[in-house]
């Protein structure tokens, strides 16, 4: 049996995942958690992924491994290696601003061209300008731009600051992968490299690809993580890194953004739509065609095969479940025995669920709102239902969003903690429009790190058995969703009048 380590660098913490390389089977795991914030240190997710490592019975028994990490974050690095500031997450919003500027000068339509998205206040590129305009000292000392699985990538292959890596400070090294570079805003989905002019407006800074040579570029040129393919191998773990594990006996792969690595973990292809219920909700999909959405609803990301990865993200989804639950004094169990007691459409009751905005449609200053309220429709019942639809429903938004890119969904692959819940996925059977299937709870980032290892190691994408919990299900209810959307357009409608100045604010 050949084993294979999927590595998931998350935002909340770091698991590694050991599997089979031949089945797919899991055969340990391991855990570290991540501290709290919108900016670490970088050196957390390093310690964490050796303490996961390790409670996953080490990788000394393992032939490859590969790393799936939060996207978007900001790594700088000064011409020693050494992190110059805490990363910016994706979860950052400080840099909306300078998203707002950026989309002004270059335009949505250009931009949408240009990077397949339009970016808002998670992008990277977003990031690199305010530190240009808040922070110009630093701006000033970056030597290399990394996302946080190159960096941690580049750490277990053995580079690293000076007295801290066996290796040292070789930026060169640094590497990543197509699915993560397209979260950046400097990348090119459809033509597969580097937009270098984006990146200089950003940071105000040139910058060129690593290993590529300078020719005639100034010596304080800004180096970017070489885009490594799918299947290639980038390196070996280094030696003394890991408990038992030599010099260039485990092979490392190019690693994936959180998204695509969850979607080669699914095993999702063309037809599939995932759709994941987390802290934020995210609909994506397999596509052949680079998406182009100018309207910035949906970002145009390449997934980690060699296709395209359209997805619509909404900010509300799981605790708007948890705020309902607790509004009513139960747990998740109890809100889904008083969702099912209600009828479909609940009564004419709708919440429209922006308790923290909204990404899908932009509407960042928007709040939450209930519709629908008479002396016979108020009750307990009602209220956890319309909680469960008004989600439910923001997500078919974004289905419906990355459909109109070329999309033909053929089924909804329901996933997250609450697709666990039978309410859920009763009222997603009925709001989607598509047979919903809900896969057995699973780590499916760090099993599509897995499964890219194991590419790596037979050159062939594995085909692993996915486990459900049922057949899936579709149970067509249009006129929840026709309900939904009358008081969503009142809500937009209101949000887009408080906004500041009465506009459309982007980021």
């Given at each position: 049996m050949v084993l294979v380590a999927g590595v998931d660098s998350s935002?909340?913490?770091c698991k590694v995942t050991i599997v089979d390389a031949g089945t797919g089977r899991t055969v340990r795991t391991g855990k570290a958690a991540?501290?709290?914030?919108?900016?670490?240190?970088?050196?957390?997710?390093?310690?964490?992924?050796?303490?996961?490592?390790?409670?996953a019975?080490?990788?000394?028994?393992?032939?490859?491994?590969?790393?799936?990490?939060q996207q978007h974050g900001l790594v700088l690095l000064d011409s020693g290696g050494r992190v110059l500031r805490d990363a910016l997450l994706w979860n950052d919003t400080r840099s909306a601003e300078a998203a707002g500027a950026l989309v002004a000068e270059l335009g949505p339509v250009a931009l949408a061209r240009r990077c397949g998205s339009v970016p808002v206040a998670s992008f990277t590129i977003t990031k690199l300008r305010w530190v240009r305009e808040n922070e110009p000292d630093i701006a000033a000392r970056v030597a290399a731009v990394a996302l946080p699985h190159d960096w941690l990538t580049w750490r277990l292959r053995g580079f690293g600051p000076a007295g801290e890596s066996p290796l040292g400070p070789e930026l060169e090294?640094?590497?990543?992968?197509?699915?993560?570079?397209?979260?950046?805003?400097?990348?090119?989905?459809?033509?597969?490299?580097?937009?270098?002019?984006?990146?200089?407006?950003?940071?105000?800074?040139p910058a060129r690809e690593a290993g590529r040579t300078p020719g005639g570029q100034a010596a304080e040129t800004v180096i970017l993580p070489r885009v490594a393919a799918p299947s290639e191998t980038v390196g070996t773990v280094a030696a003394g890194l890991l408990d038992g594990v030599p010099a260039n006996a485990v092979k490392i792969g190019a690693g994936a953004g959180d998204n695509a690595a969850g979607a080669l973990g699914l095993g999702a292809v063309r037809g599939d739509v995932v759709v994941s219920i987390g802290t934020s909700g995210t609909v994506f999909a397999v596509s052949d065609t680079p998406p182009n959405d100018p309207s910035g609803t949906v970002a145009g990301f390449a997934d980690a095969a060699g296709a395209f990865l359209p997805i619509a993200v909404t900010l509300n989804a799981a605790r708007v479940l948890s705020t309902t639950a607790a509004l009513l004094g139960v747990d998740f169990g109890g809100l889904a025995e008083l969702a099912m007691a209600a009828q479909p459409g609940s009564a004419g009751v709708v919440l429209v669920p922006w308790f923290e905005g909204e990404r899908t449609p932009n509407l960042p200053h928007a709040q939450a709102s209930l519709h629908g309220l008479s002396i016979a429709s108020t009750t307990r019942e009602n209220l956890a239902r319309a909680a469960i639809e008004g989600m439910l429903c923001g997500l078919a938004d974004g289905l419906d969003a990355v459909a109109a890119t070329g999309v033909s969904a053929q089924r909804v692959l329901l996933i997250g903690g609450a697709a666990q819940n039978p309410a859920v996925q009763a009222v997603a059977a009925?709001?989607?429009?598509?047979?919903?299937?809900?896969?057995?709870?699973?780590?499916?980032?760090?099993?599509g790190a897995a499964a890219q290892a194991a590419w790596l190691l037979s050159g062939e994408r594995p085909q692993w058995p996915l486990a459900f919990a049922g057949e899936p299900v579709q149970d067509g209810r249009p006129e929840v969703r026709r309900q939904y959307g009358e008081y969503r357009r009142q809500a937009a409608g209101a949000a887009n009048n408080a906004a500041p100045g009465g506009a459309l604010p982007r980021g």
């Open positions: 935002t909340q913490s991540h501290p709290d914030g919108t900016e670490v240190n970088p050196s957390h997710w390093w310690s964490a992924l050796l303490e996961a490592a390790d409670d019975g080490g990788l000394g028994d393992v032939a490859a491994v590969a790393i799936a990490g090294e640094l590497s990543t992968d197509r699915s993560d570079a397209s979260g950046t805003g400097y990348w090119q989905p459809a033509g597969g490299s580097y937009d270098l002019e984006l990146f200089e407006v950003a940071l105000g800074r009925q709001v989607f429009g598509v047979p919903v299937a809900v896969p057995q709870p699973g780590e499916y980032v760090a099993r």
